[in-house]
Structure formats: structure tokens, C-alpha cells
């Protein structure tokens, strides 16, 4: 992502607070962030600030102007920029910035515009031509601007909306990307719980969910082949979609297997769709803090309640919500030729033995429930990015929404 800028005939950007504007041309963090660091210290006549950043002054004119779209500088009367309350908010706290960066950058009504795009029109386009095509059309549609000038701004918007779609690939003090890493929670391929959360923001490519039996065999220690599961997500071959529900391994994510390790529940919870919708489930409670779900095991088979309501059996439940909330249940695994052993479907009762050895659920009086303090547990998140509460509570919340619909009812 290198800054490129139209040439300096062109004609100067409109007021950037207009409700409608002209595209910004900012199209790297590292500068915008050296910006709101020199405004931070004191620095607000932009040929100081360009000097102190070693930019010319157009340049600096343009980040400033991006900043100002976001509403984290202002300029004065006199010609100084300065901070926003909310921007004093973005410099003092760097791991609130990916945060404050990407709520600003999505209110924008431009940003609005592409996202419809993205959802109507561009929904089988793969990522991130969706993205650049969507902000072009967006730009023309909005501005009087030269084709070659809406092509060149559609590509530093759709920069900038790179770095708010992976903000937490990226050191927000400097903008320099992230060393690949083997945490817990870092691996190749989308987890399902961002995929769902990043739906309202972009191109609607279908969802496939899966339960494969690699779930219970990784948490079993059992060996597996670690080239065919190494990601959390598969592309579906000739279709506009992407399969989840596998563990990705990796030495980290093997660890926290073998070790029993207290992230092993984030790690399932975060991958496998059936695993997330179940845990959203199970930490609903009403305000008297009585579980509103839980799942029995007994002579007649292992199902799913809601109120004292029986929703069918575990698994004809789960699929029956998933198709509801537009995910598709599929029952093979797309990048296993071979149907082995660690590809086909688990039946409802290894499921209860996935939730039970990753320690999610506990036996209750009649019912498993969910364990005490998992959603405390899962409250804080690294580098100020939604935490695994928040995306499950989104998760509920589209479940409730559909089972109070009329059809449930």
C-alpha cells in the first residue's frame, strides 16, 4: 500500500464534512498515524507537519483531509489543524485505534454506499476486487470526477478499507503489518465468528458450516494429518462460498490440546459453527439469570430446549437455525477427496463429547448447561477488537430474532 496521489493540477478536494463528498486520497495507515501522532505533540502548521513527517505538503494536505472525514482532526480558522476529542481519544490510546478507526471509516455515508454495493450487486464477487469495484462505483455515482481520478481514489479507499476489514494484522503505532504468528487464536484461514460478524460489511459469500469428525479426534489427541486441517476456513471449489468447521493446526493449537488449555474452549468456539450456536445459546440467560437454553441426554435422544420448548433433536435443530440464519449445513468436507474417517459428520452424541472435553458445558440438574464464567472469561479481547463475547452475543441475538419469528412461534 504505497502512497500515490493524482497529479497537482488536479482540482482541490470539496469539504470532506459534506454528507456527500469527494473520495479522500489517503491510502496508508503508517502515514495517517504519523499525522495524529505530530498533531498529538503540537505540530498544527501543515508545512511543519509535512517537514516533521520528511512528506511534502500535499501529501500531508491529504491526511489531514482523510483525518478530518473521520472526524479525528479539525482545522481552524486560521489555517492550524488540531485534534478532536476524539481524536485526543485515538492518540492516547493505540490499542483503541483499530477500534475508533474502523467505527469512523464505516459511518461515512461513502463507506455506507460501498457496503450496499457489496451486499446487492457484488455478492459473488471474491474479495478484494468486491471491494475496489464496489468503492469506484461508489465514487462515480457520488462525484463529478475524471474516470482515471474515481479509479485512482476507489483504490486508496478500498486500501484504507483493508486496513479496518484486518485492523488486527497491523501494529497501530507504526501500520506496518503484524508478524504471522502461532498464537492461539492466529492461523490461516477466517474463523466462522468473524465471517458472520463481517457480513454486514462485506460481499455476501455464502457460508457453508460443517461438523467434521477432526473436531473430536484433535481434541482427543488423536493424530491427525496436520496438511489436510492447517486452516480454520476452505473456498468451495466453482462456488462463491467458504466451508467452516474445521480446528486449524498448527504447533500452538496442538498444544492447547494436549495441555487441556483454558484457550482450547475460545479456539473451538471461535472455528466451528455448530459449536459457536450451541455456546450462544447456552449462555442466554433471562434477567433472573436462568438459562433460557439447554440440551438433554436421555433415553430419547440428545435435544435442544428453548423455554421449556423442545426444538428436536441436536443436530436436526442446529441445521434446521443455521438455514435460517443463511448458513449452509454441508455434510462433506470440500477439500477432503477421500471421505476418511476425520471427514465425516459427528452424530449428536460426540458432539456432547466435543463440548464436554473442551469443558463448555457441565451436567445440571436435568440438563447440560453452560460453565460458570465463561462469558466473563471471554469479555477481553487483544488490540481492542470485538471479543469473543460481543461475537457471540451478535450470534444470539440473530437466533432469538429468528426463533421469535412468526413461523416459530
Request: proline share 6%; glycine share 6%.
Amino acid at each position: 500500500m504505497n502512497d500515490t496521489f493524482d497529479d497537482i493540477s488536479e482540482k482541490p478536494q470539496l469539504d470532506l464534512l459534506d454528507d456527500i463528498s469527494e473520495a479522500p486520497q489517503a491510502n496508508n495507515l503508517g502515514t495517517l498515524l504519523a499525522l495524529i501522532d505530530q498533531l498529538h505533540k503540537g505540530t498544527y502548521e501543515l508545512n511543519a507537519i509535512a517537514e516533521a513527517m520528511e512528506v511534502d505538503p500535499r501529501t500531508a494536505r491529504y491526511y489531514a483531509d482523510f483525518a478530518r472525514w473521520l472526524g479525528l482532526a479539525t482545522l481552524e480558522g486560521g489555517g492550524e489543524w488540531g485534534l478532536s476529542n476524539e481524536g485526543q481519544r485515538f492518540a492516547l490510546s493505540p490499542p483503541a485505534r483499530p477500534r475508533i478507526f474502523a467505527n469512523a471509516l464505516f459511518s461515512r455515508q461513502l463507506v455506507r454506499t460501498v457496503h450496499q454495493l457489496k451486499r446487492a450487486e457484488l455478492a459473488d464477487h471474491p474479495e478484494p476486487a468486491a471491494t475496489r469495484e464496489a468503492c469506484r462505483r461508489a465514487i462515480a455515482a457520488h462525484t463529478t470526477l475524471a474516470a482515471a481520478t474515481v479509479d485512482r481514489r476507489a483504490s486508496a479507499l478500498a486500501a484504507m478499507l483493508g486496513y479496518a476489514y484486518n485492523r488486527q494484522d497491523f501494529d497501530w503505532t507504526t501500520g506496518q503489518p503484524l508478524p504471522q504468528s502461532h498464537a492461539a487464536l492466529s492461523f490461516e484461514g477466517q474463523s466462522f465468528l468473524s465471517a458472520f460478524s463481517a457480513r454486514k460489511f462485506s460481499s455476501r459469500t455464502a457460508i457453508q458450516v460443517g461438523l467434521p469428525a477432526q473436531l473430536l479426534l484433535y481434541l482427543r489427541g488423536e493424530p491427525l494429518p496436520q496438511k489436510r486441517w492447517q486452516r480454520a476456513s476452505y473456498d468451495v471449489p466453482d462456488q462463491p462460498a467458504r466451508w467452516f468447521g474445521s480446528i486449524p493446526l498448527n504447533p500452538t493449537t496442538l498444544a492447547l490440546a494436549s495441555k487441556k488449555s483454558p484457550e482450547l474452549a475460545t479456539l473451538i468456539v471461535t472455528c466451528n459453527p455448530y459449536v459457536a450456536m450451541i455456546m450462544a445459546m447456552l449462555t442466554c440467560c433471562d434477567r433472573a439469570g436462568r438459562h433460557l437454553f439447554t440440551l438433554t441426554d436421555d433415553m430419547y435422544g440428545v435435544r435442544l430446549w428453548w423455554r421449556g420448548r423442545e426444538l428436536g433433536p441436536l443436530i436436526d435443530a442446529l441445521n434446521e437455525l443455521a438455514l435460517a440464519l443463511d448458513l449452509h449445513p454441508a455434510d462433506h468436507v470440500p477439500h477432503c477427496r477421500d471421505q476418511a474417517d476425520d471427514c465425516r459428520t459427528l452424530k449428536a452424541h460426540e458432539l456432547l463429547e466435543v463440548l464436554q472435553r473442551a469443558r463448555l458445558v457441565r451436567h445440571g440438574d436435568t440438563a447440560l448447561v453452560a460453565r460458570e464464567g465463561l462469558l466473563d472469561r471471554w469479555r477481553n479481547a487483544p488490540d481492542d477488537a470485538p471479543s469473543l463475547t460481543e461475537r457471540l452475543t451478535e450470534l444470539r441475538d440473530a437466533i432469538l430474532q429468528t426463533l421469535n419469528a412468526p413461523a416459530h412461534g
